[in-house]
Nanobody, 127 residues
Framework: QVQLVESGGGLVQAGGSLRLSCAASGPSFSTYFTLGWFRQAPGKEREFVAA????????AYADSVKGRFTISRDNAKSTVYLQMNSLKPEDTAVYYCALDRTSTIAPMTQGVGMDYWGKGTLVTVSA
C-alpha cells in the first residue's frame, strides 16, 4: 500500500507561481517508481500534467504547461514537486499526485497504468 499526500495548493493571481508537493509513504513504496501529476478542472476529465522517472533523468509534460511547469523529485524525502510559474486562469483545477509501479514514464503520459492516487489539492488562478 502507498499513500500520496498533496500540499501547496491555493489561490493565486494570473502570472503568479505555486509549488505543489506530494509526499509518498507506505510499505509498498519504492523510489524506483514513476511519479507524476494530473489535474481535473470543473466539468472536465482528468488530464495528464507531468511525469518524472525514478532517477529524475526523464520528464514529460503536457503541451499546455511546457515551459511554465517543472516537475522534480527528492527521493531522500520520497517527495515529488510541481513548480508552476506564469499561472493562467485555465490552470485552475484539482491537482492529483499519481504513482505508477514502473520505472518508465511512457504509460503515465498516456494516462494509463497508475496504481495510486492522492486525494488532490485545489489550485485556483484568478484573472
Amino acid at each position: 500500500q502507498v499513500q500520496l499526500v498533496e500540499s501547496g495548493g491555493g489561490l493565486v493571481q494570473a502570472g503568479g507561481s505555486l509549488r505543489l508537493s506530494c509526499a509518498a509513504s507506505g510499505p509498498s513504496f519504492s523510489t524506483y517508481f514513476t511519479l507524476g501529476w494530473f489535474r481535473q478542472a470543473p466539468g472536465k476529465e482528468r488530464e495528464f500534467v507531468a511525469a518524472i522517472s525514478w532517477s529524475g533523468s526523464s520528464t514529460a509534460y503536457a503541451d499546455s504547461v511546457k515551459g511554465r511547469f517543472t516537475i522534480s523529485r527528492d527521493n531522500a524525502k520520497s517527495t515529488v514537486y510541481l513548480q508552476m510559474n506564469s499561472l493562467k486562469p485555465e490552470d485552475t483545477a484539482v491537482y492529483y499526485c499519481a504513482l505508477d509501479r514502473t520505472s518508465t514514464i511512457a504509460p503515465m503520459t498516456q494516462g494509463v497504468g497508475m496504481d495510486y492516487w492522492g486525494k488532490g489539492t485545489l489550485v485556483t488562478v484568478s484573472a
